[in-house]
C-alpha cells in the first residue's frame, strides 16, 4: 500500500481530464458533503457546480433520502470497503438524464454505480474519509440486453409453434406435459388430458381438397383455443389431424366438460362434410385421461390412456367423449 | 501449517457474525427475507473444493472475487455453481422469468450481492479479532472450477473455505466462500486467532 504519491501533487492538466471522462464522478467528505463533481454528472444531472458543491449530497438530492443508495453508502463509508450497486437491482438511484432529452422519470439513464472510500491509512493522511462515487451509464447495454432477450424470447416461441394452426407443436407438448406432471405431484392437484381427433377427417381432405383441409384444421384449432384459455392450459398439434389439450387444476369430470364443449363449438361451425358416417357436418372424437398426483404415472402414460380413450369413442361411433374410466356418452 | 480445530471453531463464530450482517443487508435489497449460515469451516485443498463442486453435479462455476490487503493479504472468492446463481440473482430481482444464462446485466447483479457478502464477512472478522483491511472492488469470473481456484498456483494448496448456506424464502442455495492465503497470511491468521482465544480465556 502506497496511498501518498497517489494523492499529491495534482498535475495540472488533472481537472481537465477528470472534465472529460466519460462517467459521473463525485466525491463526498466524511459528512456525505460534496467536495467535487465533474462536468459529466453536472451535465446529465442539469445542474450548477454551485448547485451541488459544498452541499449535503441529501440536500441536493432529497429523493435519495432512506434510499438504499444512502443504507450501501452509509456501510461502506463505515466498513471502509468498496461497495458496486448494480443496474439490475438499482435501475436509476441518480436522477440523471441524456442531455437534450423531455425530463421524465422514465428517462432516467440505467447507471452502474461505484462507491469508493478512502481506505485506511490513505485517510489517516487526508485528515478525513473521503468518498468517490463513480456513475456509469449503462442505458444501451440495458437496451442491448433487452433486445437480445426479446429476440430469444420470440425464436424459442417460434420453435415451438405449429405452422399451420398456430397451436404448440410437438416440441411444446413434449417440453410442457413432463413439467405440468410433476408440477401435478408436487402441489398435489388434478391434472387432465385430452386428445381430439377430426372424424373421417382423411375423408374430408379427399372430398374438398387440402387446401378445405388446412381450413378446417385451423377453424377447429381455433374452437380449442377459445375453450381451453386458462394461462396454464397448453393446446398442441400432436399430428396430422390430431390435437391435444393439456389441462393443469382440471379433474377429469372438468375436463370432459371442457372436451363436450369443443365438441359443441365444433358443430356449431357447421362445416359441411358429406362423406361422414357420424354427421353432416365436422365433428370431433375425445379421449379424456386424468392424472392421479399419488400415482407414479408418467406423462407417456397418461397420453397413452387419452389415446386408447379417444380409439374407444371412434371405435363406439365417433363425435363422443370417452374417458380413460370408462365411457360416457355425448 | 494448519490451524487446529478450536482455532476453525472460533473462525466459524466469527464468520457466522459476518454472514449475518450480510444477511440483513441483502433481505433490504431483497425484500424478502434472507438467512445466511456458515456451517463449517475448514483448511482444505482447492482439489477438494473442486470435487466437492463437481460431485454436485457443478463444472461450471460463477466467482466473485476481491482482494483484501492488511496483516494479511487475502483473496477472497465466492463460489456458486452457475445454475445456482442464476437462481440467486432471479430471486434477488424477484423476476418470474426463468434466466438461461447469466448477461452482463446478472453478472453485475451477482458482483453486487457477492460484493455485500465478502465486505460483511471480512469487516465482521476485522471487527472481531481486531484486524484492518483495504478492500477492492468485485470481479465476476465464469468457467470450470479448476480454472476459477486455479488462476496461478496448484490444486494441492490449501485454502480456508466456508460453506455458505442461502435460505431465500423456500429456496436452498449452497455457495463456498474460499479465501486464498499464502504461508506468511496463514501464519499471521493463526497468530491473531490465537491470541483472541487467549483474550477470552
Known sequence: ?330 | MNLTEIELDALTEVFNVGVGQAASALSQLANATVRLSVPKVEMISKQNISNELTSQGADRICAVRQDFTGVLNTEAVLMFPVQQSLQLVQLMVGDEVPLEQLGEMEQEALAEIGNILLNSVVSGMADVLKMQFDGSLPTVELGPVADVLCGNGQMQEKVLSLQIDFAIDALQIQGFLVFLLDVESIDSLKTTVRAFLKDLE
Open chain 1, 1 to 330: 500500500m502506497n496511498p501518498l504519491p497517489d494523492l499529491n501533487p495534482c498535475p495540472i492538466w488533472s481537472s481537465w481530464a477528470l472534465a472529460h471522462l466519460p462517467v459521473g464522478l463525485l466525491v463526498l467528505d466524511s459528512q456525505t458533503r460534496v467536495v467535487f463533481v465533474n462536468k459529466w454528472f453536472l451535465q446529465h444531472a442539469g445542474l450548477m457546480t454551485e448547485q451541488v458543491v459544498n452541499k449535503p449530497l441529501f440536500e441536493v438530492f432529497p429523493q435519495l433520502t432512506d434510499s438504499k443508495l444512502e443504507f450501501f453508502l452509509n456501510q461502506s463509508m463505515t466498513l471502509g470497503f468498496p461497495t458496486v450497486l448494480s443496474q439490475t437491482l438499482h435501475p436509476s438511484p441518480f436522477p440523471l438524464y441524456q442531455p437534450g432529452v423531455q425530463r421524465t422519470q422514465d428517462k432516467f439513464l440505467r447507471q452502474s454505480i461505484r462507491i469508493i472510500p478512502v481506505s485506511g491509512e490513505a485517510a489517516l493522511s487526508l485528515g478525513q474519509r473521503y468518498t468517490l462515487i463513480q456513475i456509469s451509464d449503462v442505458t444501451q447495454s440495458v437496451i442491448r440486453e433487452r433486445l437480445l432477450k426479446a429476440q430469444a424470447d420470440k425464436l424459442k416461441g417460434m420453435a415451438n409453434l405449429d405452422v399451420l394452426t398456430s397451436l404448440g407443436n410437438r416440441r411444446l407438448l413434449d417440453e410442457s406435459l413432463p413439467l405440468a406432471v410433476r408440477s401435478a405431484v408436487k402441489i398435489g392437484r388434478p391434472l387432465s388430458v385430452i386428445m381430439f381427433d377430426i372424424d373421417f377427417f382423411k375423408q374430408f381432405n379427399d372430398n374438398y381438397g387440402h387446401l378445405a383441409g388446412d381450413d378446417c384444421l385451423q377453424q377447429v384449432a381455433q374452437v380449442l383455443r377459445d375453450v381451453c384459455r386458462r394461462p396454464h392450459d397448453v393446446v398442441a398439434r400432436f399430428g396430422g389431424e390430431e390435437l391435444v389439450a393439456v389441462l393443469p387444476e382440471t379433474s377429469g369430470k372438468d375436463a370432459v366438460q371442457l372436451a363436450e364443449a369443443v365438441l359443441k363449438g365444433v358443430q356449431n361451425l357447421k362445416i359441411p362434410h358429406a362423406d361422414s358416417a357420424a354427421a353432416v357436418w365436422v365433428t370431433l372424437s375425445a379421449g379424456v385421461a386424468a392424472f392421479d398426483p399419488c400415482s407414479a404415472a408418467t406423462s407417456a402414460d397418461l397420453v397413452g390412456a387419452a389415446d386408447r380413450a379417444l380409439y374407444a369413442a371412434k371405435h363406439q361411433g365417433r363425435n363422443r367423449v370417452c374417458t380413460a374410466w370408462g365411457s360416457t356418452p355425448t
